[in-house]
C-alpha cells in the first residue's frame, strides 16, 4: 500500500520537472519569437533544461554482502506473483553491480551484462555503456516466471579461472575462495548488469542499484566514484543479528559518509532483519526495547541520531506483500521505509531548486520582465510628453528624449566596457587555476610514480612510490583550491561594484566556483590508493602487472577527475558573470532599439502625429511581448520554486502523502 506513497511522490516529482522544464522551454520560445534574448541567455536555459532532463531517479544499497539488499529491492519491486524477482538465498548472492530500471529507448524486458573480461582492456564502464555490442543480452517474457528467474539469476553467475586470470582481472589473491579440484577459484562471470524491467516505480523513473558489498577489493573504483555519486540516495544496510560490525563501519566511513557530508546525498540508515529478534517468549514491550536499544547503539556507532536508523525486516516485509498481511507488513516497519523514500524524492526536488542554473533561470525571466515593463512605462511618458508638446516643440522634445534615451545607454555602455574588463579580469586567472591540474605536470608525476614502482623491490618501496604520487596529487588539489579562493574574492569584488547595482547575494553565492565533487573524487582515489597499498603484501603479483593496474584504474581516476576539474573551471569562467551581463545587454538592445525608433522619427520629417504613431507603433510591440511574457511571469512569483517543495514538505509531513498539483486540483474542486 505505500508503494503508493513512493509512487505518488515519483509522479509528482516528474511532473514537477515537467513543469519547470515546460517555463523554461516557454522562455525561450518567448525569446525566440520577440527576438528579445542573447544567444548566450538561450544557451544557458538550455543548460538548465539538461538538467532536468535526466529523469530518473536513483537510489543505491550499499553494506556488506548478506545484510539483504537484493531481498530489500524484492520488496519494494514487489507486484504479484508471490515470487522473489532477484535472486536472494544463502550461496546466491549478487556477484556484480547491478543496476535496475526501465530503458525506455530499448522498451523491452531484458538483462544486458558486461563480461568480466572487459577488465582487462583501458575503457571505462561509462563507456561501454555506450557500445551495446559488448553486452550480452538476454530478453525475458515477464509473465513466464522460470524465464524471467533464469535471466536475472545471472547476476549471480561465477567462473572459474586460474589464480593469475583472476589477479590479471583485478582480484585480489587473498579474496579469491577455495580452489576447485584443478586449483581455479570462483570469480564473478559479469562485470556490471544493467536490468531493463517493465514495473509501475521503474516506469516512473526509479532507479535501482544493487552493489555485491563494497569493501571487496575486487570493486572498481569507478563503482564508489561515479555509480554511487550519481544517486539521489542511498540506502546504507546494516543486520540487526550481527550489529554494526568492524567491516559495515569500515563501508560507513569511507564510502556512505563522506557523500553525505560532502555531496549532500540523501543516506538512510537501515537495520535489516529485525526479524530475528523476534522471540515468540517476549513480550512485544520487551521486543520493542530489545529493537529500541540496538538502534540507539547504532546510531550512536554511526554518529547518528535514533530517528535516523531505521529498524526493518526486508524479508517480512516481502512476505507481508506477498500474503496481503498487513500486519505482518506493518510489524517489519516496511511502510516507514517507503514513507522515507518519499521523503527523499522531494530533498532531491530542493536540490535541484537549489541548482545554480535554475536559480539563475528563475531570475532572468524575472527581470527581463520587469526591464521590459520599466522600459514600457518610460515609453508612455515620452508618447504623453509629446503628444502634450505644441507642434513646433515636438522637435525639440524629440531632441530631448533622444538625449535621455543616449544617457541612458551610455550607462549601459559604460557598464558593458567594465564587464568586459572584469571578463578578462576572470580570464586572466585561467593559468593560474589550471596550472597545478595540467596534463604536462600531472603525466611528469605519473611518470616520476613509474619510474619509482619500476625501481622498487619490496613492497615498502612500492608502497612508497604510490604514497608519493597521491602526496603530489594531494598538493595539487590544496593548490588549487588556493588559487579557487582568489578567484571567489575577484568574483565578489565584481558584483559588488556600484555599477552593476546588483543586490541578489544569493544569486551571486551561488556562482562562486566550487569543486566539491571532484574533490570528494581525489580524496577518495587517495583513499583506495592506500588500501592498494596495504594489500601489496597479498598480491603475490608480477610486478608489470601491479603498475599496470595502478596506472590503469587509479592514475587513470586521476586523470578523468583533473579532465572534468579542468572543464568545470572553463564553464565557470564563461558564465560567472552571467546574472551580470544579462541584465547589461538586455537592457541595452531595448534602448538601442529605441533608439532607433527616434532617430527615424526625426529624419524622415514626419507630422506630429505620424510621429506620435510611431512611437505608439513601438509601445504596442513592447506591450505585444510583454503580455505575452506575463503568464509565466505571474506563475513564477506566485508559486516561487522554494515555496513549491516546502508545501509538498508540508504535505508529506501532515502525514498524508498527496501531491500537491492533487492538493491544488481537490481545493479548486471543493
Ligand atoms: N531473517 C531475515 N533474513 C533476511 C532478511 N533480509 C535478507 N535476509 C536473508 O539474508 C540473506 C542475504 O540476503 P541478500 O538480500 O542476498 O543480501 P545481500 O548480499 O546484502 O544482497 C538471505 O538468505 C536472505 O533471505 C530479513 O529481513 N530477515
Ligand atoms: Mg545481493
Known amino acids: 500500500m505505500d508503494v503508493r506513497a513512493l509512487h505518488r511522490q515519483l509522479a509528482q516529482y516528474n511532473r514537477w520537472k515537467h513543469q519547470l522544464d515546460d517555463r523554461l522551454h516557454r522562455f525561450d520560445e518567448w525569446g525566440t519569437s ?56 544463502p550461496g546466491r548472492t549478487t556477484m556484480c553491480p547491478t543496476e535496475i530500471f526501465w530503458d525506455s529507448n530499448v522498451a523491452a524486458n531484458c538483462v544486458r551484462l558486461l563480461p568480466i573480461e572487459t577488465r582487462c582492456t583501458n575503457t571505462s564502464l561509462q563507456n561501454f555503456k555506450r557500445i551495446p555490442q559488448k553486452w550480452v543480452t538476454v530478453n525475458f517474457d515477464p509473465s513466464n516466471q522460470d524465464q524471467t528467474r533464469a535471466a536475472i539469476n545471472q547476476v549471480s553467475a561465477n567462473k572459474w579461472v586460474t589464480p593469475a586470470d583472476a589477479v590479471k582481472l583485478g582480484f585480489a589473491m587473498d579474496e579469491l575462495g577455495e580452489r576447485d579440484i584443478h586449483g581455479k577459484v570462483a570469480v564473478p562471470a559479469w562485470r556490471h548488469a544493467l536490468i531493463s524491467l517493465d514495473h509501475p516505480l521503474l516506469r516512473q523513473g526509479l532507479r535501482i542499484v544493487d552493489t555485491p558489498g563494497l569493501n571487496a577489493l ?68 520487551d521486543m520493542n526495547a530489545s529493537i529500541e536499544n540496538i538502534r540507539n547503539i547504532t546510531a550512536k556507532q554511526l554518529k547518528l541520531s535514533p530517528e535516523q536508523v531505521i529498524p526493518i525486516s526486508a524479508k517480512q516485509g516481502l512476505l507481508g506483500k506477498v500474503g496481503r498481511n498487513l500486519q505482518q507488513l506493518e510489524r517489519s516497519n516496511f511502510p516507514v521505509l517507503e514513507r522515507r523514500l518519499a521523503d527523499v524524492v522531494l530533498h532531491s526536488q530542493q536540490q535541484i531548486v537549489g541548482h545554480r542554473l535554475i536559480g539563475h533561470s528563475y531570475e532572468m525571466i524575472i527581470t527581463t520582465r520587469n ?97 608519493n604520487f597521491f602526496d603530489d596529487v594531494d598538493s595539487s588539489l590544496r593548490h588549487v583550491e588556493r588559487e579557487i579562493e582568489r578567484s ?11 555599477e552593476h547595482n546588483f543586490t541578489a547575494d544569493e544569486l551571486m553565492m551561488r556562482h562562486l566556483l566550487k ?107 513592447l506591450q505585444a511581448a510583454l503580455n505575452s511574457l506575463e503568464p509565466l511571469y505571474q506563475e513564477i512569483i506566485q508559486a516561487p520554486l522554494d515555496q513549491e517543495v516546502a508545501e509538498n514538505l508540508a504535505i508529506l509531513r501532515g502525514g498524508q502523502v498527496i501531491s500537491l498539483l492533487e492538493a491544488r486540483h481537490n481545493a479548486r474542486a471543493n
Open 218 to 285: 575486487g570493486n572498481e573504483p569507478e563503482l564508489t566514484l561515479r555509480t554511487l555519486p550519481e544517486a539521489q540516495a542511498i540506502l546504507f544496510l546494516m543486520s540487526a543479528d550481527a550489529g554494526v560490525t568492524a567491516s559495515d563501519m569500515a563501508v560507513w566511513r569511507e564510502h556512505v559518509q563522506i557523500l553525505r557530508d560532502e555531496q549532500c546525498t540523501a543516506v538512510l540508515a537501515l537495520l535489516n532483519k529485525i526479524d530475528s529478534l523476534w522471540d515468540d517468549l517476549q513480550s512485544p514491550n
Open 488 to 498: 571567489n574574492r575577484l568574483l565578489v569584488s565584481i558584483y559588488q561594484r556600484p
Open 515 to 621: 569543486i566539491h565533487q571532484q574533490r570528494r573524487q581525489l580524496r577518495q582515489l587517495h583513499k583506495h590508493a592506500d588500501d592498494f597499498r596495504y594489500s601489496l603484501n597479498t598480491l603475490f603479483t608480477r610486478k608489470g602487472a601491479l603498475i599496470n593496474r595502478f596506472i590503469n584504474t587509479l592514475v587513470q581516476e586521476v586523470r578523468n577527475t583533473y579532465q572534468d576539474l579542468a572543464n568545470h573551471i572553463d564553464l565557470w569562467l564563461q558564465e560567472a558573470l552571467a546574472p551580470l551581463s544579462h541584465n547589461n545587454q538586455y537592457q541595452k538592445q531595448l534602448l538601442e532599439t529605441h533608439m532607433m525608433r527616434l532617430t527615424q522619427i526625426q529624419t524622415q520629417r514626419n507630422t506630429h502625429a505620424e510621429q506620435i504613431e510611431s512611437l505608439q507603433t513601438n509601445i504596442y510591440q
Open 371 to 467: 526591464s521590459l515593463a520599466n522600459r514600457l512605462a518610460e515609453c508612455e511618458s515620452e508618447i504623453q510628453a509629446l503628444r502634450t508638446a505644441a507642434p513646433q516643440e515636438a522637435a525639440e522634445k524629440l531632441q530631448q528624449l533622444r538625449d535621455t534615451v543616449r544617457q541612458n545607454h551610455h550607462q549601459y555602455h559604460k557598464q558593458a566596457i567594465s564587464l568586459r574588463t572584469s571578463q578578462r579580469l576572470l580570464d586572466s586567472q585561467r593559468p593560474a587555476l589550471m596550472a597545478p591540474i595540467s596534463t604536462e605536470l600531472l603525466e611528469q608525476q605519473v611518470s616520476n610514480a613509474h619510474r619509482s614502482l619500476a625501481q622498487s623491490w619490496t613492497t615498502l618501496g612500492l608502497g612508497r612510490a604510490i604514497g
Open 34 to 89: 520577440y527576438q528579445m534574448l542573447s544567444s548566450e541567455v538561450q544557451r544557458t536555459l538550455q543548460k538548465a533544461r539538461q538538467l532536468l532532463r535526466g529523469d530518473s531517479f536513483t537510489i543505491a544499497c550499499v553494506g556488506e554482502f548478506s545484510r539483504g539488499k537484493t531481498e530489500l529491492i524484492n520488496a519494494l519491486l514487489y507486484t504479484e506473483g508471490g515470487r522473489r524477482l532477484l535472486p536472494s538465498q
